[in-house]
């Protein structure tokens, strides 16, 4: 089992930046990837970047070149960067991790952490 817990968000002001952060516990040794997504009132989740073992990374067009996500394996933690933050980013944002198909191609969630942009 794995367990995620974010951390981070708040109110920010258009144009303001945050740090979201995602802490693993438990079999951490079993994931691939780890994903940030975001659910808007009444709007699918869906997912804003993805960072695999490898380090290699892709965005939803919706943040690329405003965000980055970056992995500490020592640490076991996640984090995504957010600049040139928009009242559109305004959504609960959950950290997702991805089992390895060794162990099952399983997901788990984070409790989400909610960022508002507004003025």
């Known amino acids: 089992q794995v367990q995620l817990v974010e951390s981070g968000g708040g109110l920010v002001q258009p144009g303001g930046s945050l740090r979201l952060s995602c802490a693993v516990s438990g079999s951490a040794f079993t994931i691939y990837a780890m994903s940030w997504y975001r659910q808007a009132p009444g709007e699918e989740r869906e997912r804003v970047a993805r960072?695999?073992?490898?380090?290699?990374?892709a965005y939803a067009d919706s943040v690329k070149g405003r965000c980055t996500i970056s992995r500490d394996n020592a640490k076991n933690t996640v984090d995504l960067q957010m600049s040139s933050l928009k009242s559109e980013d305004t959504a609960v944002y959950y950290c997702n991790a991805e089992s390895s198909p060794k162990y099952g191609e399983q997901q788990y969630w984070g409790q989400g952490t909610q960022v508002t942009v507004s003025s």
């Open positions: 960072i695999t073992s490898s380090t290699s990374t």
